[in-house]
């Protein structure tokens, strides 16, 4: 079983930059997709940025392609991924979930959300314009 805490949101004016981090502990060995999605006030959660962590494969959402990065960090018995949020738009704001599930080498890795068994507790963050 896989724990996740995501860290680093915040507040921060239209233009500007946030980095997120969600540090897996637990049986992290072997494949995951790993994924990062959103939740508006009054919205429904969204997908944001999937990373395989075997061959670091990623895959973005149309809204977010271009300003938002997905990273992560596996080296040794550690697992963290990040997601590196640049020209922040009002429309960003939400609560950020990481999310993980265990995957095949075979398997691309998208931001749909059913297909996700673990998830973190969030992280909220404010984009003011």
């Known amino acids: 079983q896989v724990q996740l805490v995501e860290s680093g949101g915040g507040s921060v004016q239209a233009g500007g930059s946030l980095r997120l981090s969600c540090a897996a502990s637990g049986n992290v060995g072997g494949n995951y997709c790993m994924g990062w999605f959103r939740q508006a006030p009054g919205k429904e959660r969204e997908g944001v940025a999937a990373i395989k962590t075997d061959s670091g494969a990623t895959n973005y959402a149309d809204s977010v392609k271009g300003r938002f990065t997905v990273s992560q960090d596996n080296a040794k018995s550690t697992l963290t991924m990040y997601l590196e949020m640049n020209s922040l738009k009002p429309e960003d704001t939400g609560i950020y979930y990481c999310?993980?599930?265990?995957?095949?080498?075979?398997?691309?890795?998208?931001?749909?959300?059913?297909?996700?068994?673990?998830w973190g507790q969030g992280t909220q963050v404010t984009v003011s314009s």
């Open positions: 999310a993980a599930v265990r995957a095949s080498w075979w398997y691309s890795c998208t931001t749909r959300i059913s297909t996700y068994n673990t």
